[in-house]
């Protein structure tokens, strides 16, 4: 039989390597899309590259959709400053872009239904951080109604899956299983800031940091 076909959303982080990674040992064959969308951390697109080769995707795309042009996020808008005093529990934070998984997933779907993809691979995560509206499964839930009712493939009966296998794990899980599959870590990239190296004081390092220490790996720090 023909190994089935899954479009992978790949940002170059640890989550969407990971989810593209149990899509692949589901047997499944991946193809990576990734976002150019004026992000400014953009060694996560030079990451998602390398992902994309290691893992053995099938293709690998990147589409470059602006949303920088508008800002209204500290990952878009360098007049906003990326939050380094600390994870808080309250609120959306600032770096939230708005409508980016909305963006992101319905390009995908598109993809899916040209490549007759059986299901879209997200890497969202609703548990360890960080109450951003477009992580949560309620979204899920009623972006999967949207996806059955707004194709060709949906309304067939054979629409797209959105499946997002980590969005209720904890972060220290996410890595553990990313040990587990190989996933080549020192490779991944989730620092929000636009340096060279991480700074391992924004959100997404702290995180990531203290998932790796838990899981016994603090060589992959930052």
Same mark, same amino acid.
């Given at each position: 039989?023909?190994?089935?076909?899954?479009?992978?959303?790949?940002?170059? #982080?640890?989550?969407?390597?990971?989810?593209?990674?149990?899509?692949?040992?589901?047997?499944?064959?991946?193809?990576?899309?990734?976002?150019?969308? #004026?992000?400014?951390?953009?060694?996560?697109?030079?990451?998602?590259?390398?992902?994309?080769?290691?893992?053995?995707?099938?293709?690998?795309?990147?589409?470059?959709?602006?949303?920088?042009?508008? #800002?209204?996020?500290?990952? @878009?808008?360098?007049?906003?400053?990326?939050?380094?005093?600390?994870?808080?529990? =309250?609120?959306?934070?600032?770096?939230?872009?708005?409508?980016?998984?909305?963006?992101?997933?319905?390009?995908?779907?598109?993809?899916?239904?040209?490549?007759?993809?059986?299901?879209?691979?997200?890497?969202?995560?609703?548990?360890?951080?960080?109450?951003?509206?477009?992580?949560?499964?309620?979204?899920?839930?009623?972006?999967?109604?949207? &996806?059955?009712?707004?194709?060709? &493939?949906?309304?067939?009966?054979?629409? @797209?899956?959105?499946?997002?296998?980590?969005?209720?794990?904890?972060?220290?899980?996410?890595? =553990?299983?990313?040990?587990?599959?190989?996933?080549?870590?020192?490779?991944?990239?989730?620092?929000?800031?636009? #340096?060279?190296?991480?700074?391992?004081?924004?959100?997404?390092?702290?995180?990531?940091?203290?998932?790796?220490?838990?899981?016994?790996?603090?060589?992959?720090?930052?």
């Amino acid at each position: 039989m023909e190994p089935r076909t899954a479009i992978a959303l790949l940002s170059g #982080g640890l989550d969407s390597a990971t989810a593209a990674a149990l899509a692949i040992e589901s047997g499944d064959r991946v193809i990576g899309l990734s976002f150019d969308y #004026g992000q400014r951390h953009r060694r996560e697109l030079e990451a998602a590259d390398r992902l994309a080769h290691s893992l053995g995707f099938a293709e690998h795309h990147r589409i470059h959709v602006n949303l920088a042009a508008w #800002g209204g996020s500290a990952l @878009t808008d360098h007049q906003v400053h990326i939050p380094i005093d600390g994870i808080k529990d =309250e609120g959306i934070p600032v770096t939230y872009v708005p409508g980016r998984n909305t963006v992101f997933i319905a390009i995908g779907l598109s993809l899916a239904e040209a490549r007759a993809a059986h299901r879209l691979v997200l890497g969202v995560n609703a548990v360890d951080y960080s109450g951003y509206p477009d992580c949560r499964p309620d979204y899920l839930q009623a972006f999967q109604t949207l &996806a059955g009712l707004a194709s060709k &493939a949906g309304r067939e009966g054979h629409g @797209t899956e959105l499946w997002a296998p980590l969005v209720t794990w904890s972060k220290t899980r996410i890595v =553990e299983e990313a040990l587990r599959l190989g996933v080549p870590i020192a490779d991944t990239w989730s620092c929000y800031s636009g #340096g060279d190296r991480p700074c391992g004081v924004c959100d997404s390092c702290r995180i990531r940091d203290a998932a790796l220490r838990d899981a016994g790996r603090p060589d992959l720090c930052s």
